[in-house]
């Protein structure tokens, strides 16, 4: 899968260096210099980002129209900072717009993407997960799918809801087994059960998001 925008502007230099940049970033991009077209666009089709010329006549009455629909990256040359930021953008680029901010502006913009589509996402695996209650009950059991807020396992064993526990498992391609606290969220009488994280550490969660994403994209 690979992440989508639309940069609606007809300032072609200020274009390309957009371009550039999202297309080093891995994200699809769609230039559009009509702001009727570039609305019916948006209401056929879905897209990740939308990056808007303030500067483009009529833009302030299009913002309305499509406010709170995607993320939305708003770039002006003319317009004082406080009136972008009231038009509902994510995020603000002044112009001219330099390398730098740019890449600095919609890298933050694709991670903020990211964090969306990785919130549902859950990743089909078949691994060995380790459980354990305390200091005295441990069972084995298979991961079956992976999110950042939790797993789903099978388990022969009777698991009590809402129990504090410790998962334990390593990742394909990566050393090292995750250790994250969590609790019993659901279970049914295949085995099935799943697995709320409630605790996880920063060099875990890091891990364990950049390991999502790289599957994510493979899809």
Known sequence: MTLSSMVVSRDWQEVSVL??????????????????????????????????????SGSAS?????????PMVIVSGSAVRSRLEASGAAFVVQKPISVE??????????????DGRLRYHRETLDLPVSLSFGTRRRCQGHLVNLSQGGLGIRIYDTLPLAAPLK??????GCRGALKIQGEVAWTDQKGNAGIRFTEVPASSK???????????FLH
Request: aromatic share 6%; with cysteine; charged share 25%.
């Open 101 to 114: 901010q740019a890449v600095h502006t919609l890298s933050a913009a694709r991670n903020l993407i990211l």
């Open 62 to 70: 299009f913002l309305r129209h499509v406010q709170n629909t995607v």
């Open 19 to 56: 371009e550039c940049i999202l297309g080093g970033l891995h994200i699809d991009v769609d230039v559009e210099s009509d702001l009727p077209r570039a609305q019916a666009k948006l209401a056929k089709s879905k897209i990740d980002a939308l990056i808007v010329d303030f500067d483009l």
């Open 206 to 216: 890091r891990r364990l998001q950049l390991w999502l994403e790289r599957q994510y």
């Open 167 to 172: 998962v334990g498992f390593s990742l394909p």
